[in-house]
Nanobody, 131 residues
Framework: QVQLVESGGGSVQAGGSLRLSCAAP????????MGWFRQAPGKEREGVAS??????????YYADSVKGRFTITRDNAKNTLYLQMNSLKPEDTAMYYC??????????????????????WGQGTQVTVSS
């Protein structure tokens, strides 16, 4: 059973920053897709950022709403995924989830931010941005 554990959420004022972490202990990490999703009350879960990596390279995809503000990275040695969030806005308020799936680059590239493509999910961490 793959476990994903998010941390780093909290409350900040608009314009502030937070860094989310997602630990994946024991997960076969070398060729996977991992992503960050968020869900605000009364809204559907939406993809924020995703990264596909192999032994030699990686690819990243961002939702238009976070481009230039959020940065997704992963540390393979630590089996940890990160989301650096800068210039936060009240509309970024949501529960943030980490997700993962093992698969090919071609499959990831077709739907990098579609939640149904991911098999493993964390419990979420709350991010609240006040104006």
């Amino acid at each position: 059973q793959v476990q994903l554990v998010e941390s780093g959420g909290g409350s900040v004022q608009a314009g502030g920053s937070l860094r989310l972490s997602c630990a994946a202990p024991g997960y076969a990490y070398s060729t996977t897709s991992m992503g960050w999703f968020r869900q605000a009350p009364g809204k559907e879960r939406e993809g924020v950022a995703s990264i596909y990596s192999s032994d030699t390279t990686y690819y990243i995809y961002y939702a238009d709403s976070v481009k230039g503000r959020f940065t997704i990275t992963r540390d393979n040695a630590k089996n940890t995924l990160y989301l650096q969030m800068n210039s936060l806005k009240p509309e970024d308020t949501a529960m943030y989830y980490c997700a993962a799936v093992t698969g090919s680059y071609s499959r990831w590239a077709r739907k990098p931010l579609v939640a149904d493509e991911y098999h493993y999910w964390g419990q979420g961490t709350q991010v609240t941005v006040s104006s």
